[in-house]
C-alpha cells in the first residue's frame, strides 16, 4: 500500500522559511510526476509546485521566486523549500504523487494527509 507522509510544517514568521517533506513508500517501482497542493481557510485546493520524473518544475504564480521544489529519487522524497514567507501563504499543504506500484498495472494518485503551515504577520 503506497503511502505519502509529509513533515516540516508549523508555525513560520513573515519573511522567514520553513521546508516540508514528503516520503513515499510501499511497494513502489516508479514516481512519476510529484506535486504539493495547498488549502486555506475557505479556499479550494490549488497547486502549489509540481516536479516531473525528469526534473522540470512548475510554480503557482503566487509562490514563484520564493518556494523551490525538489526531488530525491533515490529516497522517494520531494521536498518544498519556503522562503520570504508571507501570510497568505498559510494553509494546509498537501503532497501529491503518480505512483506505479506493484499492485497496480497504471500509475495511480495518491495524496499525503496535509501539514499545517501558518504564517504570523
Known amino acids: 500500500q503506497v503511502q505519502l507522509v509529509e513533515s516540516g510544517g508549523g508555525l513560520g514568521q513573515a519573511g522567514g522559511s520553513l521546508r516540508l517533506s514528503c ?3 510501499g511497494g513502489i517501482l516508479r514516481i512519476n510526476g510529484m506535486a504539493w497542493y495547498r488549502q486555506g481557510p475557505g479556499k479550494q485546493r490549488e497547486l502549489v509546485a509540481a516536479i516531473t520524473g525528469a526534473g522540470s518544475t512548475n510554480y503557482a504564480d503566487s509562490v514563484k521566486g520564493r518556494f523551490t521544489i525538489s526531488r530525491d529519487n533515490a529516497k522517494n522524497t520531494v521536498y518544498l523549500q519556503m522562503n520570504s ?26 495524496w499525503g494527509q496535509g501539514t499545517q503551515v501558518t504564517v504570523s504577520s
Open 23 to 25: 516520503a513515499a513508500s
Open 85 to 110: 514567507l508571507k501570510p497568505e501563504d498559510t494553509a494546509v499543504y498537501y503532497c501529491h504523487a503518480d505512483v506505479l506500484s506493484g499492485s497496480n498495472w497504471f500509475a495511480q494518485a495518491y
